[in-house]
C-alpha cells in the first residue's frame, strides 16, 4: 500500500542542476542499508514536511530514493538531517546524490515501490514491543487495549513476516487481513506512528489467538476459548502449574511457572530433556525494566544494556543465592539465560502471571522451532496442557538469540531473532554469488554476492528429515528475499555432515573448506581484519582435519586461504569414536589409558579397552573439548551428559571465580611443548592428569587449575610463534571458547605479554560461525590464487 499525495513535475520543466524560476532547487537522493521495514519512509516524509519541502520517496529495491525541491538551504539541511536524525531501527548510508530537476508545487508523496536494475536489499530483523506500543496495550481508552498483535513502525515482526520485497503489507504474511476502516486511517496519516507501518491490525481486522487444551490422556486438543478468554484461561492453567505452549514471533515456546520445582520437572520429563539448561522470560517492572529481574539474577551494567537493547536476546547471567528460581532450571550451572518479553503477547502473558516463566523453543530438541499450527498441534500435544495459537503466518523460524558476557562486551552464542539476518562486508568481492552450508551441528546458512555476505539466523542441528527441510527452506528463502541466486556453494570438507550432502545435491559447483580453516577465517574477517598475520587458536570439539584425523586443538598462522598449522593439541585415541561426545568417561578413558594412568571406578568394560589398543572405533583426535570432557568425568564424576557441552559447562562453573580471585594454589605444572617429527609443536596434557587427580585439592580447585593450565599454555604457543615469526595479534575462535573463565584468562596473559586479542563478538564464536567463516576462507584462497581443499 501507498498513499500519492503530490504529483512530480516533468523534468522538461526545469534543467538539471539550474534554479526554477522560483529560486528553489531539487537534489534526487538513493539511501541503502536498513531502509525497509524500520519506518524510514514515515520519517522521510514528516521530515521533508518540516523543512517545508516538495518532492516524493520511494522504496526502489532495497533502497529508498527519495527526490526533494525546495531552498538551498532547506535541502541542504534535509540531506544532513536524513541521515542524523534517523529512526533507532535505521541505518542508512547515502550512497548517491545529483542534482534534479525542481518540482514545481508543494506537497510531498509516498510513491508506489518501484523495481530496480540491480538490489540492495537488507531485511530487517525483528524487534521487539516499543514503549508507546506497550503505552497503548495497557490503556483501557485504546482501542487496542490488551491487543497481542500491536505494532508501529519502530516495532514487530520483520524477518518472520516478510515473503518478498518491497517491503509492502501485500508482500507479507499480514496481506491476507484487509485493514479495518480506523486502521487504515491511521495507516495513512503522515503524522501517525502507524503510518506505512506495514504489519498494522487491530482487533477487528488482525489476528486472533485461540487455546486448545488438551483434556485427557492420549486425546486430541480441543478449542475451549478465543481472544481475551483464551489469554484468562491461559494464566489460569500457567498459574496452576501447567505447561503451555505458545506461538509468539517466530516459532513455538513452551511456558511454565519458573519458580516451580514441580512444573518444571514435569516439562523435561515430558520434552525429554533432562539437564540442558531452560531460558526464562521475566516481567518488564520497575523503571528500567529490569527489577523482577535483578530479584533472581546478578547483572552487571552490560548485561542490564543487552537485555534491554532492541534484540531482546537471552542473556545467561550469574544467578542469585537468594533466588527463587526452580533448581532444575539450569543444574549444576552458575548462569541462567533469562530475557525480556519481546510481543506484545509475551508482555500479557507475563504481566498477568506476575512471576518469570520458563520460555524454552517449541520443539524437539536439536531440531528448528516449530511455526505451524498443524505441526504444533501433532509434535506438541504430548508437552503440554494446552496450545495458544494464533492466525498470523510464520514465514520462517526464528528461535531466540543468546548472549554471553566476555570480557566487556556481548559476544552471540547463538545467532536469531533480533540479531538476524546478519549482514557483514566482505574484505574482498565476489565474481560469483556463493552459498556456505556451515556444518553440521548450530547450523547457520550465508549467503554471499559482490561485497556482502547476510547470516540467517540459528536453523538447528543437523540429522533429522525435518533440520534438513528446514535448512533447504532457509536456503531457498534467503536467494529469493536477497533477489540473488548463488552459482555455487561452500561446504564443510566432512563427507558424512548433512550439509555437505546437500551442497553435493544441490547442482552448484561445489567447494569445501576444512572446518577449523573455517573456524579460523571467521574470526579474522569479523573482527582482526583480512589484512596482516594472525595466530589463531582454533578449539573446539571435532572437526576433520586435513591429516584425516579429528582435530579440535589447532593453532594457525596465517590470514584466510592461507593459514598454516603451527601447533596442536598431543592427540589421543577417543574408545568409541563420536559415542564420546556424550559420554565424558570415554575420552577420560582414552587420555588415561594413552599415559597408563590407573581409572578410577567403575572400570570399562574389557573389550572396549581391547578395541581402543587395536584402534576399532578409535579415532585419534587433538580435540580440546574432549579433553574438557575427560577432566570433568575426572574431577566431577560427570559420566553422561544429555546436551553438547555441559560436562565443560559444569566444569566452568565448578571452577567460578577461584582462578580470578588468586584462591588457586600456583603448584600446577606447565604443560610442555615439543615438536612431533614434522615440525609442529604439540602441547603435551599429561601432567595435568596428575593434578586432575590429586585428592588434596578440592573439586573447585583443581577444575580452576585445569582452566588456568590451559590459558597460560595459550601464552607460551603465542610466545613460542612470536619468537619464530613477529606475530603480535591473536585471536579465539571455536566452541572452547564460549566458556568465559578460559577466553578471560588467556587474554589476560596474552595483553601483559604485550598481545592484541581478538574474539568474535556478533557472530557466534562456535559452529554457529562457520557458513561465515567458509564464505571468507572461500574468498581469500581466490585472492591468493591457491586452489581449494
Known amino acids: 500500500m501507498s498513499v500519492a499525495l503530490q504529483s512530480i513535475a516533468s523534468p522538461a520543466e526545469a534543467a538539471p542542476g539550474a534554479m526554477g524560476a522560483s529560486g528553489r532547487i531539487a537534489r534526487r537522493l538513493r539511501l541503502a542499508g536498513h531502509v525497509q521495514g524500520v519506518g524510514f519512509r514515515p520519517f522521510v516524509y514528516r521530515l521533508a514536511h518540516e523543512l517545508e519541502l516538495a518532492g516524493t520517496v520511494r522504496n526502489l529495491n532495497g533502497e529508498v530514493e527519495v527526490l526533494v525541491s525546495g531552498p538551498a538551504s532547506a535541502v541542504e539541511r534535509f540531506a544532513r538531517e536524513v541521515i542524523a536524525r534517523a529512526p533507532p531501527l535505521a541505518r542508512p548510508r547515502l550512497i548517491a546524490e545529483d542534482e534534479a530537476a525542481p518540482v514545481q508545487g508543494p506537497g510531498f508523496a509516498i510513491l508506489e515501490s518501484a523495481a530496480g536494475e540491480s538490489a540492495r536489499i537488507f531485511v530487517p530483523p525483528d524487534s521487539f514491543t516499543c514503549d508507546a506500543c506497550l503505552a497503548e496495550l495497557a490503556d483501557p481508552t485504546s482501542r487496542r487495549y490488551r491487543y497481542p498483535f500491536i505494532n508501529c513502525t519502530q ?52 489476528p486472533v489467538v485461540w487455546l486448545e487444551e488438551v483434556r485427557s490422556v492420549g486425546g486430541g486438543p480441543t478449542l475451549t476459548a478465543r481472544g481475551e478468554p483464551a489469554l484468562t484461561r491461559s494464566i489460569e492453567l500457567l498459574l496452576a502449574g501447567g505447561i503451555l505452549a505458545v506461538k509468539g514471533v517466530g516459532g513455538y515456546h513452551l511456558l511454565c511457572d519458573a519458580t516451580s520445582e514441580e512444573a518444571v520437572s514435569r516439562l523435561r520429563a515430558r520434552k525429554r530433556r533432562p539437564d540442558k539448561p531452560l531460558a526464562v522470560m521475566f516481567p518488564q517492572t520497575g523503571a528500567d525494566g529490569l527489577a523482577s529481574l535483578r530479584s533472581e539474577v546478578e547483572l552487571t551494567e552490560l548485561e542490564a544494556q543487552v537485555l534491554v537493547s532492541p534484540a531482546r536476546p537471552i542473556v545467561l547471567a550469574r544467578r542469585r543465592a537468594d533466588s527463587r528460581l526452580a533448581r532444575q532450571i539450569a543444574p549444576g550451572l552458575a548462569e541462567v539465560g533469562v530475557f525480556l518479553p519481546y510481543s506484545p503477547l509475551h508482555h500479557l502473558l507475563l504481566i498477568d502471571t506476575g512471576r518469570p516463566l520458563v520460555a524454552t523453543s517449541g520443539n524437539v530438541s536439536g531440531e528448528p522451532v516449530i511455526t505451524d499450527v498443524a505441526e504444533a498441534r501433532e509434535r506438541l500435544s504430548a508437552v503440554a496442557d494446552a496450545s495458544l495459537h494464533h492466525d498470523r503466518p510464520i514465514a520462517r523460524p526464528a528461535d531466540d538469540s543468546v548472549v554471553r558476557s566476555v570480557l566487556g562486551r556481548p559476544r552471540t552464542l547463538r545467532l536469531g531473532r533480533g540479531l538476524a539476518p546478519l549482514e557483514l562486508s566482505l574484505p574482498w568481492r565476489l565474481e560469483r554469488p556463493v552459498l556456505a552450508t556451515g556444518g553440521h551441528l548450530k547450523t547457520t546458512i550465508a549467503l554471499a554476492w559482490e561485497d556482502r555476505v547476510v547470516v540467517s539466523p540459528h536453523i538447528a542441528d543437523m540429522g533429522t528429515a525435518r533440520s534438513e527441510r528446514v535448512f533447504a527452506q532457509v536456503a531457498a528463502d534467503l536467494q529469493r528475499l536477497y533477489g540473488v541466486r548463488a552459482t555455487e556453494v561452500v561446504c564443510d570438507a566432512h563427507p558424512d555432515y548433512a550439509t555437505t550432502a546437500w551442497a553435493e545435491r544441490s547442482g552448484l559447483t561445489v567447494n569445501r573448506v576444512w572446518h577449523h580453516h573455517a573456524h579460523a577465517s571467521a574470526v579474522a574477517g569479523e573482527v582482526a581484519g583480512a589484512e596482516g598475520p594472525l595466530l589463531v587458536f582454533a578449539w573446539d570439539g571435532t572437526g576433520l582435519g586435513a591429516d584425516g584425523t579429528l582435530w579440535g586443538g589447532e593453532t594457525f598462522l596465517g590470514a584466510p ?134 585428592t588434596d585439592r578440592s573439586a573447585a580447585e583443581r577444575a580452576a587449575a585445569f582452566h588456568a593450565t590451559l590459558a597460560a599454555s595459550i601464552v607460551a604457543i603465542a610466545r613460542h610463534e612470536r619468537r619464530a615469526s613477529g606475530i603480535g595479534r591473536v585471536a579465539f575462535t571455536g566452541g572452547v571458547f564460549q566458556n568465559a573463565l578460559l577466553s578471560e584468562l588467556a587474554y589476560r596473559g596474552l595483553t601483559s605479554a604485550g598481545f592484541q586479542v581478538f574474539l568474535s563478538e556478533r557472530l557466534p564464536c562456535n559452529d554457529g560461525g562457520l557458513s561465515y567463516g567458509q564464505i571468507i576462507e572461500l574468498a581469500g584462497r581466490r585472492s591468493r590464487g591457491v586452489a581449494p581443499c
Not at 496481506?175 to 482487533?203: I, N, T
Not at 589398543?613 to 579415532?619: K, L, M, R, S
Open 155 to 206: 516495532c514487530g515482526p520483520r524477518y518472520t513476516l516478510i515473503e518478498a520485497l518491497p517491503y509492502d503489507r501485500s508482500n507479507t504474511t499480514m496481506g491476507k487481513f484487509a485493514l479495518c476502516a480506523p486502521c487504515r486511517e491511521e495507516y495513512e496519516r503522515p503524522s501517525d506512528r502507524r503510518f506505512h507501518a506495514e504489519p498494522v491490525a487491530c482487533a477487528a481486522c488482525g
Open 561 to 694: 586461504g592461507s593459514w598454516r598449522r603451527v601447533a596442536s593439541l598431543r592427540p589421543f585415541r577417543l574408545p568409541g569414536g563420536e559415542r564420546a561426545a556424550r559420554a565424558p568417561w570415554r575420552s577420560a578413558a582414552g587420555v588415561c589409558w594413552e599415559t597408563g594412568t590407573a581409572l578410577s571406578e567403575p572400570q570399562p568394560d574389557a573389550r572396549l579397552y581391547r578395541a581402543w589398543q587395536n584402534g576399532v572405533n578409535a579415532p585419534r583426535t587433538s580435540s580440546v573439548g574432549r579433553l574438557f570432557d575427560a577432566a570433568a568425568a575426572l574431577v566431577l564424576g560427570v559420566r553422561e551428559v544429555s546436551y553438547e557441552g555441559q560436562g565443560p559447562m559444569r566444569l566452568e562453573a565448578a571452577a567460578g571465580l577461584a582462578v580470578l580471585s588468586g584462591h588457586c594454589a600456583g603448584d600446577y605444572p606447565p604443560l610442555p611443548l615439543r615438536p612431533d617429527p614434522q615440525g609442529l609443536l604439540r602441547l603435551d596434557w599429561e601432567p595435568l592428569l596428575g593434578a586432575l587427580l590429586r
